[in-house]
């Protein structure tokens, strides 16, 4: 469905529904087609105005597909106007519409409001990565890097995967500024890129490079380069730290593989000890071995009739 170009009048919209397929639809339906064709903010004002007067009533999923339009083109009063009604109506809101609102305040400069709704959802949920992030950016644009960094540890505490993004947005707006702590901070999400074996894009690299060169008082000088398979920077001429296991990480790697993933919190979940011991002893008695194949996985190669579950 294609929405209207302008703000329609109740019986306009009216007569859309009723030519409509499938009528009971139609506003869902009709809100979707809003957000894909990025509809003017006053035409899909003008269709929740008359559900409301229609129905005495706006259903929780039309605000939420309004709210996603306003995110999308930035309109941080209708946001705030969403917001309102939904903390009237509702006593929680659910993820989606958290993440929305988050993400619209945050990109405002009633930003600070999204580290009041982020603070709400921690009451009832665990923010979302989505939701950290956002806040982070907020914060970083507006030089508050304290909280910046207090948000990201927050976050990293909570077992949530930073983005590549969030990180190179750390260094784009530290660009210049003084601070041994920042630097510690920044230093420490190389650290993070390092020990976790993550490589930053072109255009994260590029960051890393410009905040180097911006440290007041410092002489760095970046270069893109590419490393020779010897591990050597040909620009500066230092050995790269090898990434490869040494013996002992490969055989901490190993117990932990067992502890904690075969065997878990129950070992008769997977297997059981006799079972493990007798593959810990075939495995032993034919290795080294060049492949490995997931026979589960190969089955399903084949079209389902000619699946075999002892393969």
């Given at each position: 469905?294609?929405?209207?170009?302008?703000?329609?009048?109740?019986?306009?919209?009216?007569?859309?529904?009723?030519?409509?397929?499938?009528?009971?639809?139609?506003?869902?339906?009709?809100?979707?087609?809003?957000?894909?064709?990025?509809?003017?903010?006053?035409?899909?004002?003008?269709?929740?105005?008359?559900?409301?007067?229609?129905?005495?009533?706006?259903?929780?999923?039309?605000?939420v597909?309004?709210?996603?339009?306003?995110?999308?083109?930035g309109?941080?009063?209708?946001?705030?106007?969403?917001?309102?009604?939904?903390?009237?109506?509702?006593?929680?809101?659910?993820?989606?519409?958290?993440?929305?609102?988050?993400?619209?305040?945050?990109?405002s400069?009633?930003w600070?409001?999204?580290?009041?709704?982020?603070?709400?959802?921690?009451?009832v949920?665990?923010?979302?990565?989505?939701?950290?992030?956002?806040?982070?950016?907020?914060?970083?644009?507006?030089?508050?890097?304290?909280?910046?960094?207090?948000?990201?540890?927050?976050?990293?505490?909570?077992?949530?995967?930073?983005?590549?993004?969030?990180l190179?947005?750390?260094?784009?707006?530290?660009?210049?500024?003084?601070?041994?702590?920042?630097?510690k901070?920044?230093?420490?999400?190389?650290?993070?890129l390092?020990?976790?074996?993550?490589?930053?894009?072109?255009?994260?690299?590029?960051?890393?490079?410009?905040?180097?060169?911006?440290?007041p008082?410092?002489?760095?000088?970046?270069?893109?380069?590419?490393i020779?398979?010897?591990?050597?920077?040909?620009?500066?001429n230092?050995?790269?730290?090898?990434?490869?296991?040494?013996?002992?990480?490969?055989?901490?790697?190993?117990?932990?593989?067992?502890?904690?993933?075969?065997?878990?919190?129950?070992?008769?979940?997977?297997?059981?000890?006799?079972?493990?011991?007798?593959f810990?002893?075939?495995?032993?008695?034919r290795?080294?071995?060049?492949?490995?194949?997931?026979?589960?996985?190969?089955?399903?190669?084949?079209?389902?009739?000619?699946?075999?579950?002892?393969?």
């Open positions: 469905v294609q929405p209207p170009e302008k703000p329609l009048q109740a019986e306009e919209w009216n007569r859309l529904r009723e030519s409509f397929r499938s009528p009971e639809i139609f506003e869902e339906v009709m809100f979707n087609s809003m957000v894909r064709c990025n509809s003017p903010i006053d035409v899909a004002k003008s269709l929740l105005t008359h559900v409301a007067k229609s129905n005495g009533d706006i259903a929780y999923n039309l605000l597909k309004y709210l996603a339009l306003c995110v999308q083109q309109q941080t009063s209708e946001i705030r106007d969403v917001y309102d009604i939904m903390k009237i109506r509702y006593r929680i809101l659910e993820s989606g519409a958290y993440n929305l609102l988050i993400r619209g305040l945050s990109n400069d009633q600070r409001m999204a580290l009041t709704l982020l603070e709400e959802v921690k009451k949920m665990i923010p979302s990565r989505t939701n950290y992030e956002s806040c982070i950016k907020a914060a970083s644009r507006h030089q508050e890097m304290n909280l910046a960094f207090e948000l990201y540890h927050e976050m990293l505490a909570k077992d949530l995967v930073p983005t590549l993004n969030v190179q947005a750390f260094f784009d707006f530290s660009r210049g500024m003084k601070g041994a702590e920042l630097q901070e920044l230093f420490g999400i190389l650290l993070y390092r020990d976790n074996q993550i490589y930053p894009h072109k255009t994260f690299m590029r960051s890393i490079k410009l905040w180097f060169e911006s440290i008082g410092g002489n760095w000088r970046g270069h893109l380069t590419s020779k398979d010897s591990g050597q920077c040909p620009v500066c230092h050995q790269l730290e090898d990434s490869d296991l040494t013996e002992e990480e490969y055989n901490n790697l190993r117990e932990r593989i067992i502890r904690d993933v075969i065997h878990g919190t129950d070992t008769f979940r997977k297997t059981s000890p006799q079972e493990f011991e007798a810990q002893t075939f495995v032993e008695n290795f080294p071995f060049d492949i490995v194949i997931d026979g589960l996985n190969v089955s399903h190669i084949k079209p389902r009739k000619m699946q075999c579950e002892n393969v």
